[in-house]
């Protein structure tokens, strides 16, 4: 399973990147070899096995012929050999006489029939020099030189598109991977047990099939026997239950390790221009009220990332007793802190803050009076937790240590 999803358009534009890389070259290998190519010779290399190959079909010919003439006399000699029980012709010698003529005939036909089988062998061969010379030629023909040129332009121009996309694809890709790696390998090492234990089951299932039809004590002794070798107890079925455990509860673990997989491959695959953080709301733990510590802290590693906008109710003044200013001075000078007028409330600033799909919200409130902003309908809102001592903003990897009630100040 692939849970990066950047995978398959950056797999689709690697892939459309190679193909045109691909005909380029041909392009270019079609055009070096028109250059280099000799019609003249290889026009007239034509000619000359076309001669050849017409002199080697006469030989062909005359060889038929004699061929033709020697089965001819062979069968001449064959029906003169006078049969074995002509005594007179035995003693004669004329048997023998006939009989060695015969063997030389069809010696010399033999021979013949290699001759010929080579002469056919060199007009194959000559035939198919020649259409290759000639599919050559009709190939450089076919070339033209003006619109090969072109191609590689027009292909050129579509590299340069395709690689100002991966430029950009690849950086959040890369990302996404990173942030993944170490789960997707402890997936692929969970799936591998799961394997094993499905094995496990299976082996253990046909065991206990051999203990139901065994026919004997001895035989389901035997199958105890292996069952406590292999599996530690003596019992199938005991075996059977335990694997089936083990199996349930390892499915249980890959589903919930999938499931943080797809949530960290979203976190990592958002492309956040701007963070807009709910001051207020991260200046809180369980026990209360514990200062700007934890905004400053996350800030300072924010602000690496993306813009930061810090936006503060107006009470915030009264619980820090410090001025606007003063406020403004505990963060670096990148980062633009507003505090809304008295007796407003920020969410509503936030929110609208962050109209663009590319602008996110650090706050832990739902804003459930505020369901119609794009902010919440497209699920933009990140949360956050502190602690007594640490702050942690878990899908941006902010994880700092503050200390609570404390003046900040960068003066």
């Not at 105890?224 to 083990?246: D, F, I, T, W």
């Amino acid at each position: 399973m692939d849970y990066n999803p950047f995978s398959s358009e950056y797999a689709s534009l690697i892939g459309l990147a190679k193909q045109l890389k691909d005909k380029q070259s041909e392009l270019r290998s079609s055009a070096l070899a028109y250059k280099v190519f000799d019609v003249h010779s290889t026009f007239s290399e034509v000619c000359r096995l076309d001669r050849e190959i017409a002199e080697q079909a006469d030989e062909r010919a005359a060889i038929i012929t004699r061929i033709s003439q020697m089965t001819k006399n062979a069968e001449w000699l064959g029906e003169a050999c006078p049969p074995w029980y002509d005594i007179r012709a035995t003693f004669s010698g004329r048997r023998a006489q006939l009989e060695s003529v015969l063997r030389q005939s069809a010696s010399h036909l033999e021979a013949s029939r290699k001759d010929l089988a080579e002469v056919i062998k060199n007009v194959e061969r000559k035939n198919g020099e020649r259409q290759s010379l000639k599919d050559r030629i009709q190939r450089h023909q076919s070339v033209n030189p003006l619109e090969n040129e072109a191609a590689c332009k027009a292909i050129d121009s579509q590299l340069a598109g395709l690689n100002e996309q991966i430029a950009i694809l690849k950086p959040k890709y890369v990302k996404v991977e990173r942030r993944i790696a170490h789960l997707v390998a402890n997936v692929s090492n969970l799936l591998g047990q799961q394997a094993a234990l499905e094995r496990d089951i299976k082996a253990v299932s046909e065991l206990e099939e051999q203990l139901s039809g065994a026919e004997d004590g001895k035989r389901r002794a035997i199958i105890h026997e292996e069952c406590r070798a292999r599996y530690g107890h003596s019992r199938p079925q005991h075996v059977l239950k335990m694997l089936n455990a083990s199996h349930r509860r390892l499915g249980f673990d890959i589903q919930k390790l999938e499931a943080r997989i797809v949530k960290e491959a979203q976190a990592a695959s958002r492309d956040i221009q701007q963070l807009v953080i709910d001051g207020n709301n991260m200046c809180y733990d369980n026990n209360g009220f514990v200062g700007l510590g934890p905004v400053v802290e996350a800030v300072d590693d924010l602000v690496c990332m993306c813009s930061v906008i810090v936006v503060f109710d107006s009470d915030i003044r009264g619980l820090q007793k410090a001025s606007d200013y003063d406020i403004q001075k505990c963060f670096p000078d990148l980062v633009e802190v507003h505090i809304v007028a008295t007796k407003e409330k920020a969410d509503q600033t936030l929110l609208a803050l962050a109209s663009d799909n590319r602008v996110f919200v650090v706050s832990n409130d739902r804003y459930v009076d505020y369901p119609d902003q794009p902010a919440v309908i497209e699920q933009r809102v990140i949360r956050h937790e502190i602690t007594r001592e640490k702050v942690f903003i878990h899908e941006l990897g902010v994880d700092r240590s503050y200390t609570a009630e404390r003046r900040y100040s960068r003066s």
